[in-house]
């Protein structure tokens, strides 16, 4: 079973960045589309930015201009700059546009002062 392991988050400052990856127990981002997701409290699961596997991007309108997803044979990135309060959420990375892999824990990134 694919085991997926985001790593990365942590506390910052309005403003401040921080780069997250995520690491899967074996070789399957390529040939698949990956996706970065974020779950804030309270709220649903939603997409944050996406990544097939030839590199092509897409970004969720709250996090263009400020956000990167990369990618190489074994991890994913998501480079976040300039983040905002309402950035603050667990962050998990699956495939795109159905995750179809079991969740991992996530990475809690706090955006607060």
């Known amino acids: 079973q694919v085991q997926l392991v985001e790593s990365g988050g942590g506390l910052v400052q309005p403003g401040g960045s921080l780069r997250l990856s995520c690491e899967a127990s074996?070789?399957?981002?390529?040939?698949?589309?990956m996706g970065w997701y974020r779950q804030a409290p309270g709220k649903e699961r939603e997409l944050v930015a996406n990544?097939?596997?030839?590199?092509g991007t897409n970004y969720a309108d709250s996090v263009k201009g400020r956000f990167t997803i990369s990618r190489d044979n074994r991890k994913m990135y998501l480079q976040m700059n300039s983040l905002k309060p309402e950035d603050t959420a667990v962050y998990y990375c699956n495939t795109y546009p159905r995750p179809s892999y079991t969740w991992g824990q996530g990475t809690q990134v706090t955006v607060s002062s």
């Open positions: 990544i097939t596997y030839s590199g």
């Open positions: 074996l070789t399957i981002f390529r040939p698949i589309d």
